[in-house]
């Protein structure tokens, strides 16, 4: 029985448009970004990312990956294993220039934007009578949390400011209790924006607290030596009666591979730019927060070319050190 012209020609027409369909979902540009713990709130802000870039970017199609956070994330960019991801700004240098962890084994990444910076807070007793960090010199004194960065970022600021503080070590809630009863003068905690951290605020409830400033010269040392970092002015409140400080920082921010297509990575910095709501809904310390000046403040690797092009559009001066590397 002869199959009728027609029906020949219905079938064609079907089998290019299946294959042409296909073809299209081939067309899709597939990303994974690496994030860190289910638990972490810095997952759920990039669940928000995730969320941002499939709505707003035609044939973009992304999904998050549970990881280990920074340093897995990178080296899961230096094995091409994802196309973006979390990165604190101070390791992110680290890897970049080859340095610390990384010695021998740098990791090429580029920067797309920050998203929070957390300085850090040099949280004393009162009582102790230290004012300034120089008199922190012998001073029983916890550097962070053991293992954190900022355990390890405060012992390299006290190195390269020549200042050497007893150290103790410790879990939050052994700090915590150990400065409440005076067998600890201070400690080096993370803020939370412009505020303090939990624990110092629990500190604060009974035992009266100052934070320490570096002064303009420590400043300086730390801008010329310690690029790894920056350096932030904290206005006065970030708890009751304290007043405005100046102290060192590093960035939460988002890498991206070095190969990401340039419009791409464009298209998504844009869209994270001018879309704040879902990322403020997720993770409260982005509301109200200026992701470009951050980016610009406290980046410190070369942004990729995408994103500089999208902050150049809106006016910004992207700093030396951040311009995108050839």
Known sequence: MKTPIKT??????????????ASAVQ?????????TSSSSSHYGYFVAVNQIINSQLDGVSASVAETGATVDNLRRLGRNQIDMGLVTTNTGYHAYAGLDDFDGRPVDSRLLWVYTVAPQNVVMREDAGVTSLEELEGVRFNPGITGSATEKTTEA??????????????STTDIVDAMKDGRVMGSAKSGV???????SMD??????????SLSDQQAEALRTEMPDVAIVDVPEGAGDGIPAYTTW??????????DLDEETAYQIVKAVMENPEPQANAFSAVRDADLAAMTLDVGTVPLHAGAARYFEEQGH??????????
């Open 317 to 326: 001066e992207i700093p030396d050190a951040l311009k995108p590397a050839q």
């Open 203 to 212: 500190i604060a409830t009974f035992t009266p607290i100052s934070v320490l």
């Open 27 to 35: 067309a899709d540009e597939r990303l994974l970004i690496g994030s």
């Open 157 to 170: 600021v006290m190195r390269t400011l020549g200042i050497s503080p007893d150290y103790v070590r410790g």
């Open 249 to 258: 920082a590093f960035g939460v921010a988002v890498h991206a591979h070095p």
């Open 193 to 199: 924006g412009n505020r303090l951290d939990g624990s």
């Open 8 to 21: 020949m020609l219905t079938a064609m027409a079907a089998s290019v448009s299946l294959l042409g369909a």
